[in-house]
């Protein structure tokens, strides 16, 4: 977990995730999720699940394809 924690960190955008968002962000490194899924992994609450995805999805940072699956853009 150290190691992509680190190869996270290098990324542009990384400073300036919340805590949730870099939780999301974690959950999708391995590729695309369905939603309900991310929020049962990682234990943020639907309220927060949502308001971290909308702000991912504005910075461009991941996008919603059909089924409600996420991925990492």
């Known amino acids: 977990m150290e190691e992509i924690k680190s190869v996270l960190s290098k990324l542009p955008f990384w400073p300036k995730l ?32 949502l308001a971290a995805m909308t702000t991912l999805e504005i910075r461009g940072i991941v996008k919603r394809l059909p089924g409600k699956i996420i991925q990492l853009k």
């Open 18 to 49: 919340s805590e949730d968002e870099r939780t999301l962000v974690e959950a999708l490194r391995d590729g695309p999720r369905q939603a309900d899924d991310v929020i049962a992994g990682t234990g943020l609450t639907t309220g927060k699940f």
